[in-house]
């Protein structure tokens, strides 16, 4: 059948995405878009091949209506009926907008970029230990909303680290990560409780390395529960639970880019950049300290980015500080705890007597 190549019936892009798609030497045509999915992709998608009139066609030809039943009749080289597309559902039907086209450039740009690289797991630089740590969470206003505590300690299956706060309305927060770290840190198993009005619903999660996962969330409102089990595929740098351990262990001016799995309430893998962005003084009582402000960046594939941003729901940046001796040492987290959030500050905390 020689070369495959693309034919969007029901989705009219416009002349700048038609010739997109010309110059890549795609086939283009139809008048009309589905909602929903469709927006990005519309009704149908065919395949043809070079010989088929269809290639020839570009941004001249994006007003002709598709004759589907020419199509579907088409005798390929075999002597039977060629299957032409796959069906997708449409909830409605809309004429063509310029949402039409960044829907195809989209759907281009996800065609012909380059596939990323391999994931590497993060080397082991410093070994983590037993650690108590203090820990306090505010608003980004520097009102307190939850005390907790930082708990780390070896086992058998690896070391587990703990954090925990205990919110002032009564709200919980608990995740658990176990994780090995010999010569590469790897995520054997995740944990997380989130109960109270602090958060938008209740939510058990847990995360195998093998990929099996299970979550139940309980409705605010109405007490509805849901439970959502299933496997997904995991690269080695996956870090759900420890990112902040990651970047203790990178070396200084260096960035790096692993993988988390956020939980909405489906699973999705998604690459985060670690990144630093420069260098504070903080003061340990009244000795100056320097402290890397790491981003982390959420890097979204074009799908999700697509709809998280129909849906409002864009992540974004969470903020880190670690203070760089010649042992590393947090100092500072902002950012949300939940994918959908409000933007949080974690800090340490020292002991103190009350009056």
């Known amino acids: ?131 108590h740590g203090f820990l306090v969470l505010r608003t980004v206003e520097g009102v307190l909303i939850a005390s907790g505590d930082l708990l780390q300690v070896g086992r058998a299956a690896g070391v587990e680290s703990r954090m925990l706060f205990h919110f002032k309305d009564g709200s919980l927060f608990d995740e658990t990560v176990v994780f090995t770290q010999q010569r590469v840190f790897t995520m054997q198993s995740y944990r997380l409780v989130q109960r109270g009005p602090a958060f938008a619903e209740d939510t058990e999660i847990s995360l195998e390395r093998n990929g099996k996962y299970r979550v139940k969330t309980k409705a605010r409102k109405d007490g509805k529960e849901e439970v959502l089990d299933g496997t997904i595929e995991l690269p080695p740098d996956v870090y759900s639970g420890m990112v902040l351990t990651v970047a203790k262990n990178l070396p200084k001016g260096a960035g790096e880019t692993v993988h988390i799995v956020a939980f909405t309430p489906t699973p999705r893998l998604i690459q985060l950049e670690l990144t630093p962005k420069g260098e504070h003084k903080v003061l340990i009582g009244e000795l100056a300290k320097t402290a890397i402000h790491y981003v982390f960046k959420p890097r979204l594939g074009v799908w999700l980015k697509l709809f998280a941003t129909l849906l409002g729901s864009v992540p974004g940046d969470y903020h880190a500080w670690i203070i760089t001796d010649e042992v590393p040492a947090f100092a500072r987290f902002e950012g949300p705890l939940s994918p959908t959030g409000p933007v949080w500050r974690i800090e340490l905390a020292s002991p103190r007597w009350p009056d």
């Open 1 to 131: 059948m020689g070369e495959i190549r693309f034919l969007l019936n029901g989705a009219a892009p416009g002349r700048l995405a038609g010739k997109v798609l010309k110059g890549l030497e795609f086939g283009v045509l139809g008048n009309r878009m589905g909602g929903g999915m469709n927006l990005a992709v519309g009704e149908f998608i065919l395949g043809f091949g070079d010989g088929d009139p269809e290639a020839r066609l570009g941004a001249d030809d994006l007003g002709r209506s598709v004759d589907s039943k020419r199509l579907r009749n088409r005798l390929s080289p075999s002597g039977g009926r060629r299957p032409i597309g796959v069906l997708i559902p449409c909830l409605s039907v809309m004429s063509f907008t310029r949402a039409t086209t960044i829907g195809l450039l989209i759907l281009v740009t996800m065609l012909s970029a380059p596939r990323p690289l391999p994931a590497a797991a993060v080397p082991v630089r410093f070994v983590e230990g037993t650690t």
